[in-house]
């Protein structure tokens, strides 16, 4: 029998070692309708309830910080049903779970691209980040339409445009301030990384910000993801020895 949500929880928190962020790759939803005979936006539907489980869920483990990956820049170029099936999901996501969110004590941030985005989306995204702002239990990146390597040069050219203008200089530049110029700014890098239906590729997600997060690659497809999945992840993680380059103390 495997360990239930509670048991797991139980042993989280007599470890004591949280991760104060986790970072989510959410895969396998097309795989999960399939399985069924189902179109695929049938699993992403799917997928909007494991994203509300989750979230649940990091605010009872006592987690900071979650970021998911909903909307790769890439994921432009699927079918435009898909597209289109997505974009409204999130609409509704936004629609239906904005109040709860804010009751929650969750704050949204929408991070990447967001000019291609409909006005109606767009308008959502604005409307979440408005009504959840003073959310101080979890911060919640959600990532739509982001390439980790177009944050890279968006990142390259706000610190071109601070040494035109005369508010840098090429040789203060060190981490901090390219890490400054991330949509993350002010949020801790990710402890764990976890990807969902067992593939093992970081597909240009948060590229500087996992240096030294550890990963976690889970064969359960995105929609079955749950409370009990995300613990075991976690009480793998506290099973790590995080070194950072250097030898275990
Ligand atoms: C990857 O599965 C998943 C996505 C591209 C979208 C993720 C979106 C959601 C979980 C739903 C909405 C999210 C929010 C935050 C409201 P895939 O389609 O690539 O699956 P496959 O690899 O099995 O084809």
Redesign the pocket.
């Known amino acids: 029998m495997t360990d239930s949500a509670s048991d797991l929880l139980a042993r989280i928190r007599v470890h004591g070692a949280v991760p104060r962020h986790i970072a989510i790759i959410?895969?396998?939803?097309?795989?999960?309708a399939r399985e069924r005979h189902m179109p695929?936006p049938f699993?992403?539907r799917s997928?909007?309830k494991?994203?509300r489980e989750t979230v649940e869920a990091c605010l009872e483990a006592g987690v900071e910080w979650l970021s998911?990956f909903?909307?790769?820049q890439e994921?432009w170029q699927r079918p435009e049903t898909e597209v289109s099936a997505?974009m409204a999901?999130?609409e509704e996501?936004i629609a239906r779970e904005a109040a709860e969110l804010r009751a929650q004590g969750v704050c949204v941030h929408v991070h990447g691209d967001l000019s291609r985005l409909s006005p109606a989306a767009a308008s959502a995204v604005e409307r979440v980040r408005r009504e959840t702002s003073g959310g101080q239990r979890l911060g919640l990146n959600?990532f739509i339409s982001y390439g980790g390597r177009a944050e890279l040069v968006r990142a390259a050219r706000l610190l071109a445009a601070d040494l035109e203008s005369g508010a840098l200089r090429a040789e203060d530049i060190d981490e901090q301030t390219i890490a400054s110029r991330l949509y993350t700014a002010g949020c801790p890098d990710p402890d764990l990384l976890i990807r969902t239906?067992g593939e093992q590729r970081l597909s240009n997600f948060l590229l500087w910000q996992v240096a030294y997060a550890e990963l976690y690659i889970s064969s359960v497809?995105?929609p079955d993801f749950d409370r009990a999945a995300l613990y075991e992840a976690i009480c793998d993680f506290q099973r790590r020895d995080r070194r950072f380059g250097r030898v275990s103390t």
Do not use: I, P, T
């Not at 959410?26 to 999960?32: I, S, V």
């Open positions: 959410m895969d396998g939803n097309g795989r999960w695929r699993g992403h997928g909007m494991a994203v998911l909903a909307f790769s994921n997505l999901l999130l996501y959600l239906s497809l995105w």
